[in-house]
């Protein structure tokens, strides 16, 4: 996803930290994610408005929310961590009986595979860039979670409507979900902007807090990779 949208999402969280508890944060960037990534003041304005209805956040507040949202927007200086890494290194640090616990329980995900085949003998990926291998990596250790693979192809295909190529890249994906032969020459933006897809369809499928630790899991297992030395997997985030 691009810095504007990553920006957008930095902006809602810095504006409803002081109003929400965490789970509603993440349900915050949920819907800012599912409809409103979009660049203009009324957008903003939509928004700002709906979080506000969805948690009955009141009138005085909700205006002094749309000129924060704006300001943060329109200021050079850079915000903090991003909402999904911020969520990444909160889980990570998490006792993890702590960690079990929150899980909702319609959410339990299959185990994921802790060491998964050598990537290379998967499919023939050896010769593509590190930031290739590492999303292919990546997404394996994430799709192992779901129980309904087709629910996640369907979600990305609604949030890739009128963006450029990507429903044919999520259409070669969901013909065969473990072959990654279309990643070949895409760029780290287009991998980073699909990332945050996943987590958005993770969200819907299984709840923000189990999406989360399913999350954090995939990039722990991710980092024993050699290729995350050249590309760290952090940086689709």
């Known amino acids: 996803m691009n810095d504007l ?3 957008r999402r930095q902006a809602a969280w810095i504006c409803f930290e002081p109003y929400l508890a965490e789970e509603q944060l993440f349900k915050a960037i949920h819907i800012l994610e599912r409809g409103y990534q979009t ?10 408005g709906r979080v506000c209805s969805e948690f009955d956040i009141g009138s005085e507040i909700r205006k002094s929310l749309y000129g924060q949202f704006h ?13 999904l890494a911020l969520a990444l290194k909160k889980n990570q640090a998490k006792p993890r009986q702590e960690t079990a616990a929150s899980k ?7 185990p994921v595979l802790s060491m998964v085949e050598p990537l290379e003998q998967q499919d023939k990926t050896a010769s593509l860039p590190p930031h290739t291998v590492v999303f292919s990596y990546f997404m394996r250790q994430l799709i192992a ?8 192809f369907e979600i990305l295909m609604e949030l890739a409507k009128n963006k450029r190529n990507s429903t044919d890249h999520i ?14 020459g895409l760029d780290e933006k287009t991998l980073a902007s699909l990332v945050h897809r996943v987590y958005t369809a993770f969200c819907e499928i299984m709840g923000p807090v189990a999406a ?3 999350f954090h899991k995939a990039m722990a297992a991710c980092e024993q990779k050699p290729e995350s030395r050249q590309f760290s997997p952090a940086r689709f985030l």
């Open 39 to 48: 660049d203009s003041v009324s957008n903003s304005i939509a928004y700002i």
């Open 71 to 83: 300001k943060l927007m329109s200021e050079g200086a850079d915000l903090r961590i991003d909402s």
């Open 5 to 7: 949208n990553k920006r």
């Open 104 to 110: 909702p329980v319609q959410a339990s995900p299959a």
């Open 212 to 214: 989360d630790e399913c």
């Open 145 to 152: 979670y779901l129980p309904d693979k087709p629910a996640l």
């Open 171 to 184: 259409s070669r994906w969901a013909s065969n979900p473990d072959k990654f032969d279309w990643t070949e």
